[in-house]
């Protein structure tokens, strides 16, 4: 999806017709929908859809009753947004006028998967026959894509053109190519729709079932042969033991095929359940961090970096939960927790959804896929867990689509479908629709729908009113220091990203920061860079010594790692100071996290989140003056310690790596 992204610079020049009038939200700030009604509004997925039929006798590439209904159903890639509440329907890369095809294609696999969720969850949750019929269409192409024989049988083609032409060599190039050669996220995603399709026709329509099962199969054989073949081996990764049996080594794409496939085991498919395991095993060993160490639980995407966490595709603990869930295993469940109560809590705080922490907030823009990852996770870890903290997290997380973000931007309208493309650290609205936007925007609708609990808090608190959480301070912004400072000559590592300049300090140097005040203690993390080997030690007046030898590169792309490193002791003042002892110091940032993190949203009612992060309990406030709420306090197992009704501010006390939530 990264690739798709980046080519959009060249993608809209003269980009074609198909501009239809749709109303759509404003970008400015908005009050959000009352919850009285449904959320789901498909009218805007429904205009990204588009008739094609491909030419016939394609080798390697069929689906169901294809003579009998040649034509197939797919979304178009992107919507444009044109004057007048308009949008456009344009395809990936540069358009050919001479042919019609684009550089890419103008549907893709990783939409048409989704987008049949979609449409198979809303027929499922309200029996709507319009919806049935999308995701039996949505389907017929999803199996199109798929490459049936050959070295290659299971794996997908990505890219389609207009006329229904497969490109399986997109322009820019795209990982693997052509695209069917090896494992994909595509892959991943197919396995997803089909998982989740098979189980809802296999009482409706038990013929298209059983095909569905069939090509689950299929796909599910090339996940056995290129990637399960390699279950219960493990590599290094800049010194982290990390499965080897990750789709594309990733846990992002390994996760979305958990979900098809313990839907189908759900749906009676046995032979789906042994992968099912196998990925959740492969995902659950990918969560880091602790209480007080980045990245505080997470579960993180890609094998091939420590140093990395995103938030698109980040359904790793919904994935955890189904089935931990499906297959009665806490060990499953747990990472997904800690990841809930530890990470989410902290990503809350610190400003929502970013896109990427590479290791540092880098990457701040924020989009739907990330957003509604979240939702997801939380959301089935509630169902999972039953715990009502998951519930809470989940409808401030959902009230991101309603305006409470940092722009105060409605980013999902349910008049009329529509779901703005990205929100910019400067506020500024992306205020184009595409499918990828469209599709998780509605997911999250539907998840709300069927949670309607939920959806009533998030559509009710729609302003950001206070965030208080972890922050950043760049090396370079020294208020004094006698290191130097440099430029990278990239500011992507191969596996991280540098977040600005650099400092090095060499032995005896020195540098200090002001790091702001706080009425809470902080922990501190340096962000180092060190090469496979060095050692380097300093001092942190406060913080203690800090000695790091850099890790073995392993299966990371580049040698050297860009890691946090948390102080042993935590800080408290504004003035921190660091001297170099042994070898040189090479510092992109430093990571501030308080002991006590907070988030209050705000509307027709009020939330208020405070998270610890400390390893004792903490006594804090919480609720306002002269607001009723209900305040409940959970450990960091989610599990509720004490219920209090409170007309107005109270003083709780929440235990180590805990949570309260004030509800008013």
Same mark, same amino acid.
């Given at each position: 999806m990264?690739?798709?992204?980046?080519?959009r610079?060249?993608?809209?020049?003269?980009a074609?017709?198909?501009?239809?009038?749709l109303?759509?939200?404003?970008?400015?700030?908005a009050?959000g929908?009352?919850a *009285?009604?449904?959320l789901?509004n498909?009218?805007h997925?429904?205009?990204?859809l588009?008739e %094609?039929?491909?030419?016939?006798g394609?080798?390697?590439?069929?689906t169901?009753?294809?003579?009998?209904?040649?034509?197939?159903?797919?979304?178009?890639?992107y &919507?444009?947004?044109?004057d #007048?509440?308009?949008f456009e329907?344009?395809?990936?890369g540069?358009?050919d006028?001479?042919?019609?095809d684009?550089?890419q294609g103008?549907f893709n696999a990783?939409?048409t998967?989704?987008?049949a969720?979609?449409?198979t969850?809303?027929w499922?949750l309200t029996?709507?026959?319009?919806s049935r019929d999308?995701?039996?269409?949505?389907?017929?192409?999803?199996?199109?894509?798929?490459?049936?024989e050959?070295?290659?049988a299971?794996?997908v083609?990505?890219?389609?053109?207009p006329?229904g032409?497969l490109n399986?060599? &997109?322009?820019?190039v795209?990982?693997p190519?052509?695209?069917?050669?090896?494992?994909s996220?595509w892959?991943?995603?197919?396995?997803?729709?089909l998982?989740?399709?098979y189980?809802?026709?296999a009482d409706?329509?038990?013929?298209?079932a059983?095909?569905?099962?069939?090509?689950?199969?299929?796909s599910?054989?090339a996940?056995?042969?290129d990637?399960?073949s390699?279950?219960?081996?493990?590599?290094?990764s800049?010194?982290?033991?990390?499965?080897?049996?990750?789709?594309?080594d990733?846990?992002?794409a *390994?996760?979305?095929a958990?979900?098809g496939?313990a839907?189908?085991?759900?749906?009676?498919?046995?032979s789906s359940a042994?992968?099912?395991?196998?990925?959740?095993?492969?995902?659950?060993?990918?969560a880091?961090?602790? %209480?007080?160490q980045?990245p505080y639980?997470?579960v993180l995407?890609?094998?091939?970096?420590?140093?990395?966490?995103h938030?698109?595709?980040?359904q790793m603990?919904a994935?955890l939960?189904?089935a931990g869930?499906?297959?009665d295993?806490?060990?499953?469940?747990?990472p997904?927790?800690?990841?809930?109560t530890g990470?989410t809590?902290?990503?809350?705080?610190?400003g #929502?959804p970013?896109?990427?922490?590479y290791?540092?907030?880098t990457?701040?823009v924020?989009?739907?896929?990330g957003a509604d990852s979240?939702?997801q996770s939380?959301?089935?870890?509630?169902?999972t867990?039953g715990s009502?903290?998951?519930?809470?997290?989940?409808?401030?997380q959902?009230?991101?689509?309603f305006g409470?973000n940092?722009?105060g931007?409605?980013m999902?309208d349910?008049?009329t479908?529509?779901?703005?493309?990205g929100?910019?650290?400067?506020?500024?609205v992306?205020r184009?629709?595409g499918?990828?936007?469209?599709?998780?925007?509605?997911?999250?609708?539907?998840?709300?729908?069927?949670?309607?609990?939920?959806?009533?808090?998030?559509?009710?608190t729609? %302003?950001?009113?206070?965030?208080e #959480?972890?922050?950043?301070v760049?090396?370079?912004?020294?208020?004094?220091?006698?290191g130097t400072?440099?430029t990278?000559?990239s500011?992507w590592?191969?596996?991280?990203?540098?977040?600005?300049?650099?400092?090095?300090?060499?032995?005896?140097q020195s540098a200090?920061w002001d790091?702001?005040?706080s009425?809470?203690?902080?922990?501190?993390?340096p962000v180092?860079?060190t090469e496979?080997?060095a050692t380097?030690?300093?001092?942190?007046?406060g913080?203690?010594a800090?000695?790091?030898?850099?890790?073995a590169q392993?299966i990371?792309?580049?040698p050297g790692a860009?890691?946090?490193?948390?102080?042993?002791?935590?800080?408290?003042? *504004?003035d921190?100071?660091v001297?170099?002892?042994r070898?040189?110091l090479?510092?992109?940032?430093?990571?501030?996290?308080?002991?006590?993190?907070?988030l209050?949203?705000?509307?027709?009612?009020? %939330?208020?989140?405070?998270?610890?992060?400390a390893?004792?309990?903490?006594?804090?406030?919480?609720?306002a003056?002269?607001?009723?709420?209900t305040v409940?306090?959970y450990d960091?197992?989610g599990t509720?310690?004490?219920t209090?009704?409170?007309?107005? *501010?109270?003083?709780?006390?929440v235990?180590?790596?805990g949570?309260?939530?004030a509800?008013?």
């Open positions: 990264n690739a798709r992204w980046s080519a610079i060249a993608a809209l020049a003269g074609a017709v198909l501009a239809v009038p109303a759509a939200a404003p970008a400015s700030a009050t929908p009352a *009285s009604g449904p789901t498909l009218d997925l429904d205009f990204l588009d %094609t039929t491909p030419p016939a394609v080798a390697g590439h069929s169901y009753r294809q003579a009998e209904e040649p034509t197939l159903l797919a979304p178009w890639t &919507a444009d947004a044109r #007048g509440g308009t329907r344009v395809g990936g540069p358009l006028p001479a042919t019609g684009w550089g103008a990783d939409d998967t989704r987008a969720v979609v449409y969850r809303h499922e029996g709507d026959a319009s999308k995701a039996y269409e949505l389907l017929r192409t999803v199996a199109y894509h798929q490459t049936t050959g070295p290659a299971g794996n083609v990505l890219w389609m053109q006329d032409e399986p060599s &997109a322009e820019p795209e990982l190519d052509p695209s069917d050669s090896g494992p996220y892959t991943a995603r197919t396995v997803w729709a998982g989740e399709g189980a809802a026709f409706d329509d038990p013929a298209f059983a095909f569905l099962r069939d090509r689950l199969a299929l599910r054989g996940l056995e042969r990637v399960l390699k279950y219960g081996q493990y590599l290094e800049d010194g982290v033991r990390v499965p080897a049996w990750l789709i594309v990733g846990a992002d *390994s996760a979305e958990v979900l496939l839907a189908a085991v759900r749906a009676g498919d046995d042994t992968a099912a395991r196998q990925l959740a095993e492969g995902v659950a060993a990918m880091s961090g602790n %209480t007080r980045w639980g997470a995407p890609w094998a091939q970096s420590p140093a990395m966490w938030a698109w595709g980040s603990p994935a939960a189904v869930d499906l297959f295993d806490d060990t499953l469940v747990e997904a927790i800690a990841d809930a990470f809590t902290t990503l809350l705080t610190a #929502g970013d896109n990427g922490w290791p540092s907030p990457d701040r924020q989009i739907a896929y979240r939702v939380l959301l089935a870890l509630a169902d867990t009502t903290a998951f519930a809470q997290l989940a409808a401030m959902a009230a991101w689509f409470a940092h722009a931007a409605q999902y349910p008049t479908g529509v779901t703005f493309d929100l910019q650290p400067d506020g500024t992306n184009n629709s499918a990828e936007s469209t599709i998780h925007g509605l997911l999250t609708a539907l998840a709300l729908d069927a949670h309607p609990e939920v959806a009533s808090r998030s559509t009710a729609t %302003t950001v009113e206070a965030r #959480g972890l922050s950043y760049e090396a370079e912004d020294a208020t004094r220091t006698d400072v440099f990278p000559d500011s590592t191969g596996e991280s990203s540098w977040s600005g300049d650099g400092l090095t300090l060499q032995p005896r200090a790091i702001g005040s009425e809470t203690r902080r922990w501190i993390e180092v860079k496979p080997g380097t030690r300093s001092t942190w007046r913080g203690g800090l000695t790091i030898t850099g890790p392993g990371s792309p580049t860009l890691l946090p490193y948390a102080l042993t002791a935590p800080v408290s003042g *504004s921190l100071r001297t170099a002892l070898g040189s090479t510092l992109d940032g430093i990571i501030v996290r308080p002991w006590i993190s907070r209050v949203l705000g509307g027709d009612a009020r %939330t208020e989140l405070v998270h610890s992060s390893i004792a309990p903490q006594r804090t406030t919480i609720g003056d002269g607001v009723p709420s409940e306090v960091a197992s509720m310690v004490r209090i009704s409170a007309d107005g *501010s109270v003083t709780v006390v235990p180590a790596g949570l309260a939530v509800e008013g």
